[in-house]
């Protein structure tokens, strides 16, 4: 398929009205961006420019899918600059509402992947991406999968000092200690990272010290039994604790 460029003629089939059809498409092409070489001649063949295009009026069922090949093609250099000039950010900060749990979860992680290219930061920034992000963390009815995903996304932004300066003008804080009282390992480990993160930020590194509540929570995860929360409590506790 990629010796021949077949890319090329195998995406016009995206826009067949049978979903059965489309489906097909869009397993094969995701398929063939599963390697270097796959994604270059999806970049070639404009498969970011198409997909990001289509996601906000796609079946709900088929989102998943085009948001997993989004992802892989931001593994290599030329796909995650397609991804960036596509408008892949916004696209996946958008679907972030999404009533669906599982487009909910790959927007997330589709987001948090890309988040660690500077430029894609800023544009998270500038879409409103904190105040989304943070909406779904303090939903306790949220899906624990899609916290962990959309966590990881803010992990990425939160090292921006832009980032830990919405989050203190926005009230956010507290989203994030939530975080720590999660059952789920990853969802923890993120926010104490997150944690990490602001607490650089001589403002919201004020308010956690005040706040006990965050202190105790934190001192407890580091003498916990799970080595690589207790780990990372250290590094949290440390950043709140530091004193220029």
């Not at 308010?207 to 916990?224: F, I, M, Q, T």
Request: aromatic content about 4%; charged content about 25%.
């Amino acid at each position: 398929i990629l010796e021949e460029r077949a890319i090329e003629e195998i995406i016009k089939g995206m826009y067949d009205p049978s979903e059965t059809i489309r489906n097909s498409i869009y397993t094969c092409i995701m398929h063939s961006t599963r390697t270097a070489e796959g994604v270059e001649a999806c970049v070639y063949a404009g498969v970011t420019e198409r997909f990001a295009a289509c996601l906000p009026d796609e079946s709900t069922s088929l989102k998943p899918i085009l948001l997993r090949t989004l992802h892989n093609m931001c593994t290599t250099a030329s796909g995650l600059e397609s991804a960036l000039e596509s408008g892949v950010v916004k696209v996946c900060i958008d679907l972030l509402g999404s009533s669906d749990v599982t487009v909910r979860a790959d927007a997330g992680r589709t987001l948090g992947f890309i988040c660690f290219s500077d430029a894609a930061k800023e544009e998270a920034l500038l879409n409103n991406g904190v105040s989304i992000i943070c909406g779904l963390l303090v939903n306790l009815k949220e899906d624990t999968e899609v916290k962990a995903t959309a966590s990881l996304a803010l992990m990425a932004i939160t090292t921006t000092d832009e980032g830990k300066r919405q989050m203190f003008d926005k009230g956010y804080i507290n989203s994030v200690i939530a975080l720590l009282y999660d059952e789920d390992r990853v969802v923890k480990l993120n926010g104490l990272k997150i944690l990490a993160n602001i607490a650089v930020y001589p403002s919201i590194r004020s308010l956690l010290v005040e706040d006990n509540s965050c202190l105790v929570v934190v001192k407890r995860l580091a003498r916990g039994e799970d080595g690589l929360v207790a780990k990372h409590a250290g590094f949290a506790l440390a950043a709140v604790q530091y004193v220029p």
